[in-house]
């Protein structure tokens, strides 16, 4: 019994020194948890990237992100460790500064790094290069940007109206009329505050006529005045389906205050687009018309699937019905297949009814969206097309005297229209969301020979 006795007191004295260690943080106690972070402020680039910092705190805690772009691990740690943490940042692709927050929670501690991300520097043009006509005029160019830019040309024929800006806007451009014989080419270079540099390249065409050599100008339209549309041609006006299931209306100029053919700056433009539930376009005529000649116009197609440019020619005065009548398509191309020009003749014998039509076509890079020289050489012998002086498509007369194959002896007049879907510009359907869309002329020319 002795022995028991003294054991108590001992029991006693050891159970009171385990009872000394501090009590773990936990509750109402964690609320005075103590957090030290190594970096409580980080400013990034815009590329994705993965950020330590270090965290200790005196009780066990658990750390959150208040953003989708920032992710964070391990998810939280153990009281009185340094625990490094990764803060992983993805690529800052909107073109803004941004802020997030990491935050460290220890019961109702926490604490927090601000994390900065600068956005990637751009600078962008609405086109590399622009084509226009010979009049004197303004060109206008978007930028988006964030960060200021200047602008400069060593070129005298044109001004730099706006040669500096910060962010966002435009550059306005005077050129003077070209009264020379060549096109020419200036470039405006554009430096932004970050040392990028962008050049434009400025095109502007020439008035000047070449003729070749044993013909003469006898017709021309240089679109550099509005009253040529209704002095040198007329306009076609149809229902749609009214020729190859084509689902364009087309209208005289224009439609409900919506222009579908208008000369600007020596350039005449046909647009296809939509009005209501309908697409409105333009079909052009030539008011004159000639047997035989060189033919010939430079032209910027539009792009998006449904789009059917062209520039053909069609009888004066039909001899009977098509395809006996006869057609010669110099430049035909559809937006489904972009930039594959071609060229077509069509007969009684030849037709694509029949499937039996004489063409080619080829890939032209920059059809859609730039300029080119489309040409018809046509005389008694044969019909040839070229495309920047490269020939495209060849017929020969096969001189039976038969108007089945050959009933290219009469006059035709010239044609230019902007069709939309129908047989062959909508074989693959159409894309709306593309409308409206533009088809460029900046000039028509017909030679004939010198007798």
């Given at each position: 019994?002795?022995?028991?006795?003294?054991?108590?007191?001992?029991l006693?004295i050891?159970?009171?020194a385990?009872?000394s260690?501090?009590?773990?943080?936990?509750?109402?106690?964690?609320g005075?948890?103590?957090?030290?972070?190594?970096?409580?402020?980080?400013?990034?680039?815009?590329?994705?990237?993965?950020?330590?910092?270090?965290?200790?705190s005196?009780?066990?805690?658990?750390?959150?992100?208040?953003?989708?772009w920032?992710?964070?691990?391990?998810?939280g740690?153990?009281?009185?460790?340094?625990?490094?943490?990764?803060?992983?940042?993805?690529?800052?692709?909107?073109?803004?500064?941004?802020?997030?927050?990491?935050?460290?929670k220890?019961?109702?501690?926490?604490?927090?790094?601000?994390?900065?991300?600068?956005?990637?520097?751009?600078?962008?043009?609405?086109?590399?290069?622009?084509?226009?006509?010979?009049?004197?005029?303004?060109?206008?160019?978007?930028?988006?940007s964030?960060q200021?830019?200047?602008?400069?040309?060593?070129?005298?024929?044109l001004?730099?109206?706006?040669?500096?800006?910060?962010g966002?806007?435009?550059?306005?451009?005077?050129?003077?009329?070209?009264?020379?014989?060549?096109?020419?080419?200036?470039?405006i270079?554009?430096?932004?505050?970050?040392?990028?540099?962008?050049?434009?390249?400025?095109?502007?065409?020439?008035?000047?006529?070449?003729v070749?050599?044993?013909?003469?100008?006898?017709?021309?339209?240089e679109?550099?005045?509005?009253?040529s549309?209704?002095e040198?041609?007329?306009y076609?006006?149809?229902?749609?389906?009214?020729?190859n299931?084509e689902?364009?209306?087309?209208?005289?100029g224009?439609?409900?205050?919506?222009?579908?053919?208008?000369?600007?700056?020596?350039?005449?433009?046909?647009?296809?687009?939509?009005?209501?539930s309908?697409?409105?376009?333009?079909?052009?005529?030539?008011?004159?018309?000639?047997?035989?000649?060189?033919?010939?116009?430079?032209?910027?197609?539009?792009?998006?699937?449904?789009?059917?440019?062209?520039?053909?020619?069609?009888?004066?005065q039909?001899?009977?019905?098509?395809?006996?009548?006869?057609?010669?398509?110099?430049m035909?191309?559809?937006?489904t297949?972009?930039?594959?020009?071609?060229?077509?003749?069509?007969?009684?014998?030849?037709?694509?009814?029949?499937?039996?039509?004489?063409?080619s076509?080829?890939?032209?890079?920059?059809?859609?969206?730039?300029?080119h020289?489309?040409?018809?050489?046509?005389?008694?012998?044969?019909?040839?097309?070229?495309?920047d002086?490269?020939?495209?498509f060849?017929?020969?007369?096969?001189?039976?005297?038969?108007r089945?194959?050959?009933?290219?002896?009469?006059?035709?007049?010239?044609?230019?229209?902007?069709a939309?879907?129908?047989?062959w510009?909508?074989?693959?359907?159409?894309?709306?969301?593309?409308?409206?869309?533009?088809?460029?002329?900046?000039?028509?020319?017909?030679?004939?020979?010198?007798?």
């Amino acid at each position: 019994m002795r022995i028991t006795f003294m054991l108590l007191p001992l029991l006693t004295i050891l159970l009171a020194a385990c009872g000394s260690d501090e009590p773990e943080a936990t509750g109402s106690q964690a609320g005075n948890a103590t957090i030290s972070l190594s970096d409580s402020e980080l400013s990034v680039g815009y590329e994705a990237q993965t950020l330590p910092v270090t965290v200790r705190s005196s009780a066990d805690w658990s750390v959150s992100s208040n953003v989708d772009w920032i992710t964070v691990s391990p998810s939280g740690g153990l009281k009185d460790r340094d625990t490094e943490i990764s803060i992983k940042v993805k690529e800052n692709d909107t073109h803004e500064q941004r802020v997030g927050t990491v935050t460290i929670k220890a019961g109702s501690s926490s604490a927090s790094v601000t994390v900065t991300q600068t956005p990637d520097m751009y600078f962008n043009v609405g086109k590399a290069s622009y084509s226009i006509g010979a009049k004197a005029q303004t060109i206008v160019i978007p930028i988006e940007s964030n960060q200021s830019w200047t602008a400069s040309s060593v070129s005298t024929w044109l001004t730099i109206d706006t040669p500096a800006g910060n962010g966002s806007g435009s550059c306005s451009i005077s050129v003077q009329e070209n009264d020379t014989p060549r096109e020419r080419t200036a470039t405006i270079e554009f430096v932004t505050a970050s040392g990028a540099r962008t050049p434009v390249d400025i095109t502007q065409f020439t008035d000047a006529i070449d003729v070749p050599d044993g013909y003469a100008l006898v017709w021309n339209d240089e679109f550099n005045d509005e009253s040529s549309l209704t002095e040198k041609w007329t306009y076609e006006v149809w229902d749609p389906g009214t020729v190859n299931n084509e689902l364009q209306r087309y209208v005289a100029g224009q439609y409900n205050g919506y222009k579908t053919a208008e000369v600007h700056d020596g350039i005449l433009t046909i647009t296809a687009r939509k009005v209501g539930s309908e697409v409105v376009s333009a079909r052009l005529n030539s008011r004159e018309h000639w047997t035989y000649g060189i033919i010939e116009a430079r032209l910027n197609l539009p792009s998006g699937r449904g789009t059917w440019p062209a520039f053909w020619m069609y009888p004066y005065q039909p001899d009977g019905n098509w395809p006996y009548c006869g057609e010669i398509d110099i430049m035909e191309e559809v937006g489904t297949v972009p930039d594959e020009v071609s060229s077509s003749i069509h007969c009684a014998s030849y037709n694509h009814v029949m499937q039996t039509q004489k063409t080619s076509a080829r890939m032209v890079d920059g059809a859609e969206g730039s300029f080119h020289v489309y040409r018809l050489e046509w005389d008694e012998n044969y019909i040839v097309t070229y495309v920047d002086g490269v020939e495209l498509f060849r017929f020969a007369n096969d001189k039976k005297g038969d108007r089945n194959t050959w009933p290219f002896d009469y006059d035709f007049k010239i044609i230019l229209n902007l069709a939309w879907g129908g047989d062959w510009g909508g074989m693959n359907g159409v894309d709306e969301s593309a409308l409206p869309v533009e088809y460029h002329i900046d000039y028509v020319r017909v030679f004939q020979k010198i007798r």
